[in-house]
Each structure stands twice: as C-alpha cells, then as structure tokens.
C-alpha cells in the first residue's frame, strides 16, 4: 500500500490552523496513524486509528478520514510545532508504509 | 516508564554485517510484537522488520529480505536485527519499536533513540 502525504513542506504563522493530507492506494479503514518527528529526536506518536488522540497530545491536534483518505489538523499552530509529521498505515502488513512526511515551518 | 535502549550502530564497509540490539524495560515485553524502523540521514522513516511476541512470526521489507534477521530474547527483554551483506543504501538510524497493543500490526507508541549504521568505505 503507498501512501501519499501532502504538502511535503508548509509555511504557516502562529496561530494558523494547518493541514496535512494523506491517501492510500487502497482502503486502509481506519488503520492511520500520525507522528511527529523532532529534529535529532524519535518519532512521537500523535493520532492512532486516524482520529484517537495519544494520551497526553495536545487537544490541537486532530485526526480525520477513513477508507483512502485522511486529514491531520493543528487548530492553533504553536512554535513548539515546529516540526515533520508522517502518517502511516497498519492495515497491511508487510510492509507498514509511511507517508514521505510533511515539514511544518513558521 | 517505558525504555528502549538500541546500541551496535557503527562504521562497516559495504558487504559487511553488523548486528543491532534492543534492550527494552518499563512494560511486559512478551507481551508485545517489535519493530525495526529505519530514517537515512534527512529522509523519511521506512519500516524495516517486525517479530510477534513468540518469535513465531516475522517479516521484512523488500530492501531488506534476505539480508537482515530479527529475532528476540524475552527473558533478556531484548531484540535484535541482523544485518548482513550491507550496501550504502543501509546507512541509516535504526530505531526499536514498540506496539501499543498485542499484535504484529498496531501503532507505534514507544521508540528508542535510535543508533546510526554508516555503511562506507
């Protein structure tokens, strides 16, 4: 299964709301997931089964979609956001593909 | 608390072989299928390998079949990645993976730091 994430890279302003897409080649339900990556630092995981919230993830960020394609939101963009966000499907295994990634920027 | 702890990641020549571990703790490990994810320095992440709980079951990427072997030890709370026959196309940093829940194929709620492989002459 490929999976496309767009746009690769945005700019955007404090408190802008962002928005991330990503489809699948083919209907993954909601096995979607979304993570945030740090330079130098591990993925985080943000938002599992395409719209669950992680414990302890600000409630900025949000998760939609279902079948091919999918939606991430930053409702209020904040400096710490600063970062690459990849989603990911677990529908279909092997192999767990991630999307190229988006690069957010200020 | 959650930890996993990969070390091994060194400097080897391409066609040679290396070998990763993991060292988790904080959370039942046989209780839970393992990762290998790896990013090539400012690329995008691309999973690697996974072995259920019991070792009963792996599987690889496409790049990697035939080259690498995960295997684990549930009583050392460790994971492993063998990694043979490396090209260039390898270097990169190799993060341990841990599923939020039973199963092969779930999200992945705990990373390792990761450790880098660089596979140059």
């Known amino acids: 299964i490929q999976m496309t994430q767009s746009p690769s890279s945005l700019s955007a302003s404090i408190g802008d709301r962002v928005s991330i897409t990503c489809q699948a080649s083919q209907d993954i339900a909601n096995s979607l997931n979304w993570y945030q990556q740090k330079p130098g630092v591990a993925p985080k995981l943000l938002i599992y089964d395409a719209s669950n919230l992680q414990t302890g993830v600000p409630s900025r960020f949000s998760g939609s979609g279902s079948g091919t394609d999918f939606t991430f939101t930053i409702s209020s963009l904040q400096p710490e956001d600063i970062a690459t966000y990849y989603c990911q499907q677990y529908d279909h295994l092997p192999p767990l593909t991630f999307g190229g990634g988006t690069k957010v920027e200020i | 608390e959650v930890q996993l702890v990969e070390s091994g990641g060194a400097v080897v020549h391409p066609g040679g072989s290396l070998r990763l571990s993991c060292t988790a703790s904080g959370f039942t490990f046989d209780d839970h299928a393992m990762h290998w994810v790896r990013q090539a320095p400012g690329k995008g992440l691309e999973w690697v390998s996974v072995?259920?709980?019991?070792?009963?079951?792996?599987y690889y990427s496409d790049s990697v079949k035939g080259r690498f072997t995960v295997s684990r030890d549930n009583s050392q709370y460790s994971l492993f990645l063998q990694m043979n026959t490396l090209t260039t196309e390898d270097t990169a940093f190799y993060y341990c993976?841990?599923?939020?829940?039973?199963?092969?194929?779930?999200?992945?709620?705990?990373w390792g730091q990761g450790t880098l492989v660089t596979v140059s002459s």
């Open positions: 993976v841990k599923t939020s829940i039973p199963g092969l194929a779930a999200p992945f709620d705990h």
């Open positions: 072995i259920s709980w019991d070792s009963g079951s792996t």
